[in-house]
């Protein structure tokens, strides 16, 4: 059973990691949740595997004999609405960014530090890249 | 009191709730937001009240006993870095109320910095490693958020790069904790202190090591720093302070906090290798910082390569680079977050933060000047200012232990760290304005600014001609780590 979860977690790793080499950002944000859940499993896998029986520690007993941890579990859920969360997010922050930067090619995307156009001297900053000057004044 | 223990969690958590329900009157919320930064301020001041006598606060959640329970525990090392926290916090929010490229107003702004202050302060205090998980993810999420914003095209673009390297860091450091519970089968720092001497040597370094490096991302070693300067650029000046000042710190806690308390004695090889990390991320950084000429881009690079230097204190794994550290992260959050600021009021002074387009300051206010010698020259380590007895400290221990080659890298990464704070003089002070048309603009509102930037530089004031108050404090925190 560990070796068929360990192998579960080296391929989901495996793939994640491949998919976050991409220059495709929509295929990063993907990637990341699959390493996430990649670690998800790994993190379940820390608290035995297998046994099948209630994680209850029998009446007159001090030790949980046989079956798995539930801690664990409990962390991976913790996990998982966190990930949750982060993958929401960056789906709508790589969906705004195709958007407003008009590519979804990581290499192409620039803006905040634009390549240097002079071999010694690092670029100028694009005004529209900068806060206004002079400020409008908050509402 | 040992319930004062979980302010410095649940006070930015709860002015977070507040300033988002009242989020649609901006003048109501600005006083929500600084009255919760008093009030944080306040519990960190009476925590360090506590500690000062010695004791140590622990607070165990659910009613569980001791190695089950989630615990809060406040030490001196803890108190301190919850103390710097709030007076960050409490300069922020007053500097919000100036002029001086403070973002776009957004109302969300505020609960975002509260997070924040909550992840940072929730990470200083926890004695859990899941919880410190946890709050790592508070911390990302919410600067996530404040990266993203101001929705302007480059900050799009930063966000991205920060979630995507620093969600891999984090991953990581879930996997690490997987890794630590699972050969251990404690997640509580007390109970893991104890057990960790049973596994195996080789199994123990591979965990381990893997637990720091995810600590090192978090904190912009070299060679896993790019997220940084990559995006802090990109963040309206106030939330950059804040940022800049407290996050790549709460990562060196978590370093210092594994390597130099719970898991003490380390394997020294890690400490080894956090020695040649800490040499070559001080010169990686003050190289990126020598190239560029856009003031928040240099100090950006600057950021990472002081983390060089607090980190060469956990490297050198004794009692005094462990005291270091803690005087070199306090004395660096203040002199580095101001450092922002004072660039921020010269871009609302200049019309720039590019060197190249601005000028003239000497002249039109040359008590400014002042101002920004204190921290530059604090960064350098120029005496009698603090960053001076910080490296000091630092480089004391260095020589004492023999590390000759780390103590060189220091001294030369000090006088490139020296050329760039004279880069912004000579450009931004003391040639003249590039248009000869330019004059100050008369309708600023930057009395909040002054306020802030004068206040720390205040503290830095204190810290340089006072630092034995300081020193004995950083001697007694480092004395109880790894004592248990």
Known sequence: ?139 | MSALATAPAIVPLAAAALVTVVRSRPALQQAVAVVGILVLLACALALLAQVLTGETLVVAFGGWPAPMAIEFVVDRTAAALVVITALMGAAAIVFLASDADVGNGHPLLLPLLFGVLAGAGGAFVTGDLFNLYVWFEVMLICALGLLAIGGRVDQLDASFKYLALNLLGTLLLLFAVAAVYGVTGHLNFAALAAAAPAVAPGLWLAVLTLLTLAFLVKAGAFPVYAWLPASYHTLPAPVLALVAGLLTKVGIYAVLRTLGDVFSPAPGVLHELLGWVAAATMLFGVLGAAYHWDMRRILAFHIISQVGYILLGIALASAAGYAATLFYTLHHIIVKANLFLIAAIIWRLTGSYDLRRIGGLYVARPWMTLLLLIPALSLVGIPPLSGFWAKLLLLEEAIGQGRVVWTVVALVVSVLTLYSMMKIWMEAFWKRHPDPDWQPPVNTRLGPAWAATVGLAGVTVWISLYPQALLVYAQAAAATLGGR
Request: proline share 9%; with cysteine.
């Open chain 1, 1 to 139: 059973m560990i070796w068929a979860v360990a192998a579960a977690v080296w391929i989901t790793l495996a793939s994640g990691v491949y998919l976050c080499l991409s220059r495709d950002v929509f295929r990063v944000a993907l990637g990341l949740a699959v390493v996430g859940a990649g670690v998800n499993l790994a993190l379940l896998a820390s608290g035995r595997l297998g046994a099948g029986l209630p994680a209850v520690v029998p009446k007159g007993e001090q030790l949980l004999v046989g079956a798995s941890n539930p801690l664990p579990q409990a962390l991976v859920l913790t996990a998982i609405v966190i990930g949750f969360a982060l993958v929401c997010f960056s789906l709508a922050l790589v969906l705004g960014l195709i958007r407003d930067a008009g590519t979804d090619d990581a290499l192409e995307l620039r803006a905040a530090e634009p390549v240097p156009g002079d071999e010694v001297k690092p670029p100028q900053t694009d005004p529209a890249h900068a806060p206004d000057w002079p400020p409008e004044g908050r509402p």
